[in-house]
C-alpha cells in the first residue's frame, strides 16, 4: 500500500482557484495511475480527474472539463489538482487515490486501491 495525504483546501470564493496536492509515500509512485475523485454532503464519490504513470494522458469528469487541470511531478512523489473558476456546485471533500498496477487508466473508482483521507474545499457564492 501507498500512503497518500492531500493538501490545499480551504474555503474560496466563486470564480476562485484552488491547488490542491497529494503527497505519496514509497519509492514506486511513478508506475501509478492517480486519481482525483470528490464526495459532495448526500452525494456519491464521483470521479474528477486521473493521469497515466507518465502524465502524458488525462482524463476529466464533464463537470470540471476546461476549468480543472490534473500534473503530477514524480521526483516529488505528488499529483496536484489545479481548479480555477471555482463554482458553489464543486464544494465537496477530495480524495486523491492510486491504482498501482499502472496498467488501468480510467475512472473507475473501485480500480484505485490507496486513497488519501480527503481534504475539504468549500466555495461560497
Not at 2 to 22: D, F, K, Y
Not at 54 to 67: C, F, M, P, W
Not at 75 to 101: G, H, I, P, R
Amino acid at each position: 500500500q501507498v500512503q497518500l495525504v492531500e493538501s490545499g483546501g480551504g474555503l474560496v470564493q466563486a470564480g476562485g482557484s484552488l491547488r490542491l496536492s497529494c503527497a505519496a509515500s514509497g519509492r514506486t509512485f511513478s508506475s501509478y495511475t492517480m486519481g482525483w475523485f470528490r464526495q459532495a454532503p448526500g452525494k456519491e464519490r464521483e470521479f474528477v480527474a486521473a493521469i497515466s504513470w507518465g502524465g502524458g494522458r488525462t482524463a476529466y469528469g464533464d463537470s470540471v472539463k476546461e476549468r480543472f487541470t490534473v500534473s503530477r511531478d514524480n521526483a516529488k512523489n505528488t499529483v496536484f489538482l489545479q481548479m480555477n473558476s471555482l463554482k458553489s456546485e464543486d464544494t465537496a471533500v477530495y480524495y486523491c487515490a492510486a491504482e498501482m498496477s499502472g496498467a488501468y487508466f480510467g475512472t473507475v473508482m473501485e480500480k484505485y486501491t490507496s486513497w488519501g483521507q480527503g481534504t475539504q474545499v468549500t466555495v461560497s457564492s
